[in-house]
């Protein structure tokens, strides 16, 4: 008896630390409020993002223009409304009460699409759809660009710790298979720190577009995609996000702890940080892909 109700005690201390610590030991105290937060504005129907969240009350969605980037975004398939959040290993993720939403995005079991990668894939598959696969690169860490043109061309990186260097040491190769490896070498050595770094700054909240990032650059750093936009008269708005994680896992539509009346919509107005369900962005900068 005295076992089980020890156990029961360390069982109990486990899931108070996990939901009320966030990486790098911030506490985060609405991962709690997720298990309540109400859900009026999802419909359980929708299949995309945009049909999976309903308007505020007074809001008018903002329509982005056929073709672009952030329509691309708004339209994004979603699983089922019960989809579970999976970790890169095939397992579910422990905390399965955050999100309203899991976007079609495959997760590669070498567990290296982690948060700043997810987005990055979601940004590269957008330009390699819409025959833009000369525009797909980015930068590593150290600043330097590596372009997927190049690597299909068979250029690779020779790194030394933050000397890069560029060579032809592989037959062309243009598929979409090693467009994926092209992506695994992007993961390995780009993220937040990177992204923030080479991405233009979006100068004012009534400039964000769908598809921009909500972003905390570091070791480990963190950072979110804003998946719609909603404004009413008075020009105000509200944000939908969506986020990978580390460990590499499903990307999904994260819900509103801290102002659960408008779940999962954000009001941005005014702040300089920002409590989510298991991450707390002690302060944030929003920027926008080229």
């Known amino acids: 008896m005295k076992k089980g109700i020890l156990f029961i005690i360390i069982a109990g ?17 609405g991962a709690v409020t997720a298990y309540v937060a109400p859900t009026s504005l999802v419909n359980k129907e929708g299949m995309t993002i945009k049909t999976r969240v309903k308007i505020p009350e007074g809001y008018t969605r903002v329509i982005p223009e056929e073709g672009t980037f952030s329509n691309y975004i708004q339209n994004y398939q979603l699983k089922e409304v019960d989809a579970e959040v999976i ?3 095939g397992n579910p993720y422990i905390f399965q009460h955050g999100h309203v939403g899991v976007l079609e995005v495959p997760v590669p079991s070498n567990g290296l699409q982690q948060c700043a990668d997810a987005l990055i894939r979601l940004r590269s598959e957008y330009l390699w759809e819409t ?14 660009y590596c372009s997927w043109t190049k690597y299909a061309e068979g250029y690779r990186p020779k790194i030394n710790g933050n000397k890069v260097t560029f060579s032809k040491t592989a037959t062309a190769n243009h598929s979409k298979e090693n467009f994926y490896k092209y992506l695994n070498l992007i993961y390995t050595y780009a993220g937040t720190y990177s992204l923030s770094q080479e991405l233009k700054k979006v100068s004012s909240l009534s400039k964000v577009m769908i598809g921009d ?7 480990p750093g963190h950072v979110m995609m804003v998946g719609d936009i909603a404004e009413n008269n008075q020009g105000e708005r509200r944000y939908v996000f969506f ?5 590499a896992q499903s990307v999904h ?11 999962p919509w954000y009001d941005l107005k005014g702040k300089t940080s920002l409590e989510t369900p298991i991450y707390t962005f002690s302060s944030f900068e929003m920027v926008r892909f080229k």
Not at 13 to 20: D, E, P, T
């Open 131 to 144: 025959n833009r696969q000369n525009e797909i690169g980015f930068k590593f860490t150290s600043g330097h």
């Open 13 to 29: 201390l486990g899931i108070f630390a996990f939901l009320n610590f966030s990486r790098e030991g911030k506490v985060v105290k």
């Open 87 to 89: 970790n890169y290993d």
């Open 243 to 247: 986020q990978g994680n580390t460990p």
């Open 213 to 219: 990032l909500l972003i905390y650059p570091g070791f």
């Open 253 to 263: 539509i994260i819900k509103n702890v801290s102002e659960t009346s408008m779940n």
